[in-house]
T-cell receptor, first 115, second 115 residues
Framework: GAGVSQTPSNKVTEKGKYVELRCDPI?????LYWYRQSLGQGPEFLIY????????DSGLPNDRFFAVRPEGSVSTLKIQRTERGDSAVYLC?????????????FGPGTRLTVL | AQKVTQAQTEISVVEKEDVTLDCVYE???????LFWYKQPPSGELVFLIR??????QNEISGRYSWNFQKSTSSFNFTITASQVVDSAVYFC????????????FGGGTRLMVKP
């Protein structure tokens, strides 16, 4: 079956602009996670959805970052007033149960470059 | 707070050598799960294994084996008879039900296998 997909694969924007990153999880997976991976580092947690609601958004760095999952499937990560420090690969993952023991399956990521 | 440390940032071996990637973790939870992921040059994280904190049995899968030792808070990964296709960045990660279910990743170990 289809894995996690993310669009766009690459996004180049200018400082101060608004961007949206999309994640399409594996069909039937109720849990969805967003992570951010800077060059040479491990992924860092941003936000976790169980169904439509954000169960944990403690990883969002500031209020410029926001994410939604209105129908419990596709999720959009939104970044306002982008800064050069936001440049990174944004990874989305989904899992069947949303519990710590469930494997998370990752998408290919969106590489965001803020000029 | 949870923490995962992968002290080896980069390892280079010649094909057919055995190599061990180290992982040390910290958590206050008594129930937790440990994972290894592979990130090849294409960038997509690939799930390799999950162990729970109550199961310290070592596991072998083909050329891969994992050594989980609670006494030293370590979960090391050994590749036997390495191959060029094993070249990738390998991440160790930790999750716990009482810590939000998200994955906490180590910084990764870049493995280069030369022919």
């Amino acid at each position: 079956g289809a894995g996690v997909s993310q669009t766009p694969s690459n996004k180049v924007t200018e400082k101060g602009k608004y961007v949206e990153l999309r994640c399409d999880p594996i069909s039937g997976h109720t849990a969805l996670y967003w992570y951010r991976q800077s060059l040479g580092q491990g992924p860092e947690f941003l936000i976790y959805f169980q169904g439509t609601g954000a169960a944990d958004d403690s990883g969002l760095p500031n209020d410029r970052f926001f994410a939604v999952r209105p129908e419990g499937s596709v999720s959009t990560l939104k970044i306002q007033r982008t800064e050069r420090g936001d440049s990174a690969v944004y990874l989305c993952a989904s899992s069947s149960g949303g519990r710590a023991k469930n494997e998370q399956f990752f998408g290919p990521g969106t590489r965001l470059t803020v000029l | 707070a949870q923490k995962v440390t992968q002290a080896q940032t980069e390892i280079s071996v010649v094909e057919k050598e055995d190599v061990t990637l180290d992982c040390v973790y910290e958590t206050r939870d008594t129930t937790y799960y440990l994972f290894w992921y592979k990130q090849p040059p294409s960038g997509e994280l690939v799930f390799l294994i999950r162990r729970n904190s109550f199961d310290e049995q070592n596991e072998i899968s083909g050329r891969y084996s994992w050594n989980f030792q609670k006494s030293t808070s370590s979960f090391n990964f050994t590749i036997t008879a390495s191959q060029v296709v094993d070249s990738a960045v390998y991440f160790c990660a930790l999750s716990a039900n009482n810590a939000g279910n998200m994955l906490t990743f180590g910084g990764g170990t870049r493995l280069m296998v030369k022919p």
